[in-house]
């Protein structure tokens, strides 16, 4: 899956366009209520990801259930975390060693996990206002 792939699905899927906070080509993708972020795609030299090679590439930082963290990792196509949580994050290279299906699983799970939870007080508030 490309960055640009992706982006046309999350905008699809949750109706979010990509953030570039750093106002260069590495892009956030967020929450439209409370800001936080579900996903980054980054451009980072191959280096800093233990590969051989000083080239660019494109991965996706995604968060993740700490109990896949360590499986992911040991597969092709996945790494630590670059620049996050190594026990709650994982990057995923955007160069096709990771199926596409695969990587909207875990954006999905990213976005369950990141998003904001109601309460059951609010809940039940909510429910009493009606």
């Known amino acids: 899956m490309t960055r640009e792939e992706i982006f046309d699905w999350v905008q699809e899927q949750y109706c979010v366009q990509p953030d570039y906070p750093w106002m260069d080509d590495n ?12 996903a980054v795609v980054l451009e980072v030299r191959r280096d800093k990801l233990g590969l051989s090679g000083l080239e660019y590439i494109h991965v996706l930082n995604v968060k993740c259930d700490p ?8 597969q092709p196509g996945y790494h630590p975390a670059y620049h996050m949580n190594k026990e ?3 990057t995923i290279r955007l ?3 990771v199926p596409a299906e695969e990587i909207k699983s875990l954006i999905d799970l990213s976005w369950e996990l990141t998003r904001t939870k109601v309460s059951s007080k609010k809940l039940r508030k909510t429910k009493e206002s009606e």
């Open 88 to 90: 709650q994050w994982i």
């Open 27 to 38: 892009a956030v993708l967020r929450h439209s209520d409370s800001r936080k972020w579900f």
């Open 95 to 97: 160069d096709g060693s």
């Open 67 to 74: 109990r896949l963290v360590g499986t992911l990792r040991v």
